[in-house]
T-cell receptor, first 117, second 114 residues
Framework: GAVVSQHPSWVICKSGTSVKIECRSL??????MFWYRQFPKQSLMLMAT?????????EQGVEKDKFLINHASLTLSTLTVTSAHPEDSSFYIC?????????????FGPGTRLTVL | GQQVMQIPQYQHVQEGEDFTTYCNSS?????IQWYKQRPGGHPVFLIQ?????EVKKQKRLTFQFGEAKKNSSLHITATQTTDVGTYFC??????????????FGQGTILTVHP
């Protein structure tokens, strides 16, 4: 149990376009989902926290208008990178915590590697 | 703000040698978690420690939570090539316990030479 999927696993796009990444909890209800970005050989940096049915809470320095997060249901959250630029190229990982599991335990998706040309 | 520091950043060992990574928080933690990320993969939960001075073992891995609940360590005995990856510690973010937010350490990248 506790499987989180992400789609797509990788994406290459042109500068200025928007990219949507989906994060799904497959076998549990995710009351909270987290979005991280990770640069090569670096740690996970939390971008935002989203609770089902409410607006996402963004970390300091993360532009909410650029990284749109929607947590429409207990099994789906989406991150849209709007007007992507090369500096947005990174590994984006979602995680989820939810019912039936330890409060603090997060289950990570496989990540989405975004390359902006 | 809250900081979670991990050392060393890199560790290269020969297969069979032991390995230890250390994690220190600037604030007292209610719990600490450890994750492993294989090259090209995503973080996978290993364990959570909650009690002061707690020690837990998973086969060749030994996890320890400090008495003051501000530091932790992960020790691997007799490393194998399958242990390769980045090991992260993570603690609840200050002020974020209502959402389960975590602050991750920088990670220790372990390479094992056969």
């Amino acid at each position: 149990g506790a499987v989180v999927s992400q789609h797509p696993s990788w994406v290459i796009c042109k500068s200025g376009t928007s990219v949507k990444i989906e994060c799904r909890s497959l076998d549990f209800q995710a009351t909270t989902m987290f979005w991280y970005r990770q640069f090569p050989k670096q740690s996970l940096m939390l971008m935002a926290t989203s609770n089902e049915g409410s607006k996402a809470t963004y970390e300091q320095g993360v532009e909410k208008d650029k990284f749109l997060i929607n947590h429409a249901s207990l099994t789906l959250s989406t991150l849209t990178v709007t007007s992507a630029h090369p500096e947005d190229s990174s590994f984006y990982i979602c995680s989820a915590r939810g019912r039936g599991h330890s409060y603090n335990e997060q289950f990570f998706g496989p990540g989405t590697r975004l390359t902006v040309l | 703000g809250q900081q979670v520091m991990q050392i060393p950043q890199y560790q290269h060992v020969q297969e069979g040698e032991d390995f230890t990574t250390y994690c220190n928080s600037s604030t007292t933690l209610s719990n600490i978690q450890w994750y492993k990320q294989r090259p090209g993969g995503h973080p996978v939960f290993l364990i959570q420690l909650v009690k002061s001075g707690e020690v837990k073992k998973q086969k060749r891995l030994t996890f320890q939570f400090g008495e003051a609940k501000k530091n932790s360590s992960l020790h691997i005995t007799a490393t194998q090539t399958t242990d390769v990856g980045t090991y992260f510690c993570a603690g609840p973010s200050a002020g974020g316990t209502s959402y389960g937010k975590l602050t991750f350490g920088q990670g220790t990248i372990l390479t094992v030479h056969p």
